[in-house]
């Protein structure tokens, strides 16, 4: 069975090692890097500027139809900047997690998923924490990467490491 690791990062300014920006230069083509979206960019597939914290890695954002060998990574949708009442955001977030699944099965060479997490190993919220929806879902949004994870079992052999 394959090894795969699923790497819970902790950012800590003063550790170089839990900075997106290095781990990124470190197998690039054997990881997949998640990262915090707005629900606006992970519509629309063409925006591809780098945003703040680690939606830096939007600009390598892979399209999912496509076997990838650079550096790609895969948002998951956790807030917005302005929210529209009668939008179903959950359905983005089981979008998302779709993606990373259909991705890691079509590329068995990702040895590393990597993510933004807090002390608890948890998604992270980031730069959304202050929004009441995204505090509302995290839960949601965890439950699902968690159950993601879960299934990936089957097909190959995960060890979590939490970089702090």
Request: glycine share 6%; no cysteine.
């Amino acid at each position: 069975m394959t090894s795969l690791a699923i790497n819970q990062v902790i950012f800590n300014p003063s550790n170089p090692d839990t900075d997106f920006k290095t781990i990124i230069t470190k197998n690039p083509s054997e990881s997949l890097f998640l990262y915090n979206e707005n629900f606006d960019h992970f519509e629309n597939k063409d925006y591809l500027a780098p945003g703040g914290g680690n939606a830096f890695l939007r600009k390598y954002r892979q399209d999912t139809s496509k076997p990838s060998t650079e550096v790609y990574s895969l948002g998951i949708p956790t807030g917005n900047y302005h929210f529209e009442s009668d939008k179903d955001y959950l359905k983005l977030v089981d979008e998302s997690i779709d993606q990373i699944r259909k991705y890691v099965k079509n590329n068995r060479h990702i040895k590393n998923i990597y993510y933004s997490s807090n002390e608890s190993g948890e998604l992270g919220l980031g730069i959304f924490a202050k929004e009441k929806w995204t505090r509302e879902n995290i839960g949601y949004i965890r439950e699902q990467l968690s159950k993601l994870f879960e299934e990936l079992k089957k097909e190959y052999t995960i060890s979590f490491n939490l970089i702090m």
